[in-house]
């Protein structure tokens, strides 16, 4: 295969799964394209679902000791010039707003991309001694960053996210915060969105503009490219310097404080879309599917109906308390259309319930991870049975997409078994100098880049010490290469 066959099937491949993602999250009615390119209308069902994180997460945040505030929109565009790197980083993305109320503003005013930089304006008037810390807040918001190239869910001009700014006396508390809330964010993916995921720390290039550290975790979609799903940035002093945020220590001596900030967004949506999909649609983890039951009746006559509507009505008031569940009741749609929508839809658990099973006591369940159907189940004990069936469900889709993690990861040691790995895509670890030029070098030639230096590397891979991949010095940290959304 020449270089340029080889370019040309790794764009197919690209596109085959963005495509794929389009394809679900509109078919799914998750979200619609906007009238503004590159932004993105997230209809109901994909609010639902983004409600389900959401609450999922302020939980944890909360019993982390956070709270949660709001700050505005505007930001003075003088803000975003005090700390140099977060400039540099964010200003070609900014959207700045010139008008407003038919004048000229005197000042412009940046849409936010992040509001690190407000935040710290507000701080510095907050906080005035050791007794003011740890200050731990959270904002649940939309932001804007002027995109390019914008894809449904995974990169759009405008999208929902939350951001946690914390404020500390020390460089080892700050430190700590950092990495409790990769853990968080750790926790909801695994555990809530059932996709496995690698954590560790950005290398320079890919850092959060203005942090020392950004941690990160990244998860590997069912098409082979990695998603950076959540970041967590421990951020020195350097916004503190920047916007004067200082305390008075217990020696009664100034300090700048030293800060994190943290943030997932809808992105998590698209996390979810591809990395649980079969042919049929969406398969939604039961711990954040906004339907974790759909019931659809299945019955003929008029006497059948109502017999069949009486004893759904029945298995709702046994199961409402314990699951999300609804019935599918509508006159104006085929049993069988109702299977595809519902499984279009990822719901996981389906109960089909006709005159043969209310006779004999039974229901009929369909799971969407296997697509199995489960017959003659018993109405009897059938709460219980569901709850079983309903964490097997949850660890299952977990269990597929860590297999399929742990088969896409290779170990590779040098250029040429790069280049032949990554055209399938995947995660590939190797040895890495710690150069930014040759990060860069094999991001020209296969498009991939480190996506993190883990904190744990696979058990079969622990060797301490090798070649760099891209100029054979010796090494000493192996990374996660990966093409990435
Ligand atoms: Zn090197």
């Known amino acids: 295969m020449s270089k340029t066959e080889n370019l040309e099937s790794q764009e197919k491949d690209l596109d085959q799964g963005e495509s794929l993602l389009a394809k679900l999250a509109l078919e799914a009615e998750l979200a619609d394209y906007s009238p503004v390119k590159g932004c993105m209308v997230i209809r109901p069902y994909g609010y639902a679902l983004w409600e389900m994180i959401q609450s999922s997460l302020d939980r944890m945040i909360k019993e982390t000791g956070h709270q949660n505030a709001y700050f505005p929109l505007f930001i003075p565009e003088s803000f975003l010039k005090k700390e140099a790197e977060h400039v540099e ?177 809808t992105r998590l949506i698209g996390a979810i879309i591809m990395a649980h999909n079969d042919e049929k649609g969406l398969k939604l983890p039961p711990n954040i599917a906004p339907v974790q039951i759909i019931v659809v009746p299945i019955y003929k006559e008029a006497a059948e109906k109502e017999i069949v509507l009486k004893k759904c009505k029945e298995l709702e008031e046994t199961l409402q308390g314990s699951f999300r569940l609804k019935i599918d009741d509508r006159d104006q749609y085929s049993p069988g259309w109702k299977f595809n929508h519902w499984e279009l839809k990822g719901i996981p658990i389906r109960i089909n319930l006709g005159p043969k099973d209310i006779n004999n006591n039974v229901v009929e369940i369909v799971r969407r991870d296997t697509n199995e159907k489960l017959k003659n189940v018993p109405q009897n004990g059938l709460l219980q049975y569901l709850l079983k069936l309903s964490t097997e469900i949850q660890e299952n889709l977990f269990r597929q997409a860590k297999d399929f993690q742990s088969k896409n990861t290779f170990n590779v040691n040098n250029e040429k078994e790069f280049a032949e790995k990554i055209v399938n895509g995947g995660f590939l670890t190797a040895f890495w100098c710690g150069n930014n030029s040759c990060e860069e070098n094999i991001k020209q030639k296969t498009r991939a880049t480190i996506r993190c230096i883990p904190f744990k590397l696979p058990v079969d891979q622990s060797k301490k010490e090798g070649y760099c991949i891209s100029c054979n010095k010796d090494s000493k940290q192996k990374v996660f290469f990966a093409k990435a959304y």
Not at 177 to 186: F, N, S
Not at 200 to 218: H, L, M, P, V
Not at 259 to 264: A, E, F, M, R
Request: net charge negative; charged share 25%; aromatic share 12%.
């Open 89 to 265: 980083g964010f200003a070609p993305e900014c959207a700045v707003v010139t008008h407003g109320g038919g004048k000229e503003l005197e000042e412009k005013l940046v849409i936010r991309p992040t509001s690190e930089t407000i935040i710290n304006y507000m701080f510095s008037k907050w906080i005035h001694s050791y007794r003011d810390l740890p200050l731990l807040l959270n904002q649940w918001a939309n932001i804007v960053r002027w995109e390019m190239r914008t894809r449904l869910f995974l990169r759009t001009t405008e999208f929902l996210w939350q951001e946690g700014h914390t404020a500390h006396a020390n460089k080892e508390e700050a430190e700590a915060e950092a990495l409790k809330m990769l853990e968080v964010y750790k926790t909801l993916s695994e555990k809530f969105l059932a996709i496995p995921v690698i954590d560790g720390i950005k290398t320079d290039s890919q850092r959060f503009a203005g942090a020392i550290t950004t941690y990160c975790i990244e998860g590997l979609m069912k098409d082979g490219k990695a998603l950076q799903m959540g970041t967590s940035h421990y951020l020195g002093q350097n916004f503190a310097k920047a916007f004067d945020t200082k305390f008075q220590d217990q020696g009664g001596q100034l300090q700048y404080v030293y800060q994190t900030s943290w943030g997932v967004s």
